[in-house]
């Protein structure tokens, strides 16, 4: 089993919502900062939106007033709501641990999953 489990995206019109969620373990869920991060090619991977475990926020430029991160503690899940999807916000999402798991010796990332943003 993953120990983070992204998904929730897809293809989307511009100017759409989406919603993407990230399940893990409750070790994981219960006593880490949760974070989005936002890969796109050719680019190094952006942090988005992060939670900590007592729900406060933070939200790059690049999505701020268009994003609501949010945790549900029964489910261990986190998401990612957004709004006014543009082009821009095109990439694949992963979401890990602040600062980031390590397993092995090496950072460890989830599948991912991949949002494309249509005009």
């Known amino acids: 089993q993953a120990l983070l489990a992204e998904s929730g995206g897809g293809l989307v019109q511009a100017g759409g919502p989406l919603r993407l969620s990230c399940a893990t373990d409750?070790?994981?869920?219960?006593?880490?900062?949760l974070g989005w991060y936002r890969q796109v090619p050719g680019k190094q991977r952006e942090l988005v939106a992060t939670i900590t475990s007592v729900g406060s926020t933070y939200y790059a430029d690049s999505v701020k007033d268009r994003s609501i991160i949010s945790r549900d503690n029964a489910k261990n899940t986190m998401y990612l709501q957004m709004i006014s999807l543009k082009s821009e916000d095109n990439g694949v999402y992963y979401c890990?641990?602040?600062?980031?798991?390590?397993?092995?010796?090496?950072?460890?990332w989830g599948q991912g999953t991949q949002v494309t943003v249509s005009s």
């Open positions: 409750r070790d994981i869920f219960r006593s880490n900062t």
């Open positions: 890990n641990t602040i600062p980031t798991m390590r397993v092995n010796g090496g950072v460890y």
